[in-house]
């Protein structure tokens, strides 16, 4: 029987570490879980994973020590139940031969739904209309508000599982889609390749933002490409905050010549009494957006979704059957 292992920081996140889900992993191996690990000194913890043939990582987690690279023990597999493995993973376990995966594109649909949601709001000015009749008004002005995705050219920086679904849902209303995404070789019909962010910008009277945050998406979204969108343009980034730069989109918003639906930001809040939260042309979701209800760790008569596939996992590692999500160098970079 294979022994799996999960080491967090501090207390175990109840939204993965479930009784139902410690239930089913062990029936799969001998489940181990270990609590405040980032009290134990490096080498206990590097021993701990030697003696595992499995490491589940995920939100809390402590990292992997860097030791366990060059001298694995048992180890064989590292299974990130959630999405972004580098901090509690070191890129260099996957040159070593250690299998490594994630939860894939279990998101995808809940964050696609998410920015087309804060697309329909910002592009019909839900947030402007109700403000202006809580505010004692009625009626806006139709002449610099409202507007519709039909014949409208949506750009899509990132094409990735989740740009991919926006497309899908986007697509029966009718838009002129443009995607730009370095690392795709082929895109649906009627969807133009574009080869830069200037080409993508150029044009667009949307664009939502599905790219991965890395070494060359930081700030690759300047006030350059702002300024290509035409006045009442719309912004949505339901990615990473720092792909834009931020001051120069608030500098557009504060102005009121574009309007945006922002899940993310960089950092990822706001403090009190910002004037962002006030502006009528910008919607802020907290990095919330893709939550459903009721939460899924409160649901205890079910797997969630990324814990199924975790756990299709770590049963197909014990069965020698094939796994899903395995990082490559290239996709790990790419995966926050």
Known sequence: MIRILHIAAKTADERVWSPLFREHLGRVGEFSLVENGAALPEEDLAERIRASDVLMTCWGSVR???????NPGRLRYVCN???EASPYVPEDLLAS????SNWGDDPAQRVAEGAMTLLLAVLKDLQFQSLEVRGGGWRMDMDSHGGTIENSAVGIYGFGAVGRRFAELIRPFR??????DPYIDRLPDGIVRCDSLDELFEG????????????????S???????????GGVVINTARGAILDQDALFAELASGRLRAGLDVLDPDSLPDGHPARLWPNLLLTAHRVEYGWPPFWKDTTTL???????????????EGGEMRFLFDSQRFARST
């Open 64 to 70: 992997c020590p860097d030791g366990i690279v060059g």
């Open 221 to 231: 979204v300047t006030a350059r490409h702002f300024a290509m969108l035409p006045d």
């Open 304 to 318: 969630s979704s990324m814990q199924k596939t975790a756990l299709d996992n770590v049963r197909a590692f014990a």
């Open 175 to 180: 838009p002129a889609l443009r995607v730009y």
């Open 81 to 83: 139940v959630t999405g």
């Open 97 to 100: 031969g250690i299998l490594v």
């Open 204 to 219: 667009a009277r949307i664009v939502s933002v599905h790219a991965a945050l890395t070494s060359d998406t930081r700030r």
